[in-house]
């Protein structure tokens, strides 16, 4: 298992279009992919998932990976949230 934390920095976290920008990066790797939240564990593959976690802007998640290419699938949604949803 691979594990890193991350801070939402957009304005409005993982919520509608960036919710659905981060669960297509997920679903492109094969290995388990959740995200935690407040000691809650949520299917980064799944959009009812993500939106039930209300992660906002300022606030940590954790997201961890197991199987083929778990580092990878990490690395890759952390990168996209720190860089590429900060326009949402």
Not at 11 to 23: T, W
Not at 45 to 73: C, H, N
């Amino acid at each position: 298992m691979y594990e890193e934390k991350v801070t939402l920095v957009n304005e409005i976290g993982l919520h509608a279009r960036p919710a659905s920008i981060f669960i297509r990066e997920a679903v492109k790797h094969g290995c388990d992919i959740n995200v935690e939240k407040d000691g809650r564990v949520y299917n980064a593959k799944s959009i009812m998932s993500v939106l039930s976690m209300s992660a906002g802007k300022g606030e940590e998640i954790t997201i961890k990976a197991q199987g083929e290419g778990e580092q990878e699938a990490v690395k890759s949604l952390v990168d996209l949230i720190e860089n590429e949803l900060t326009n949402y």
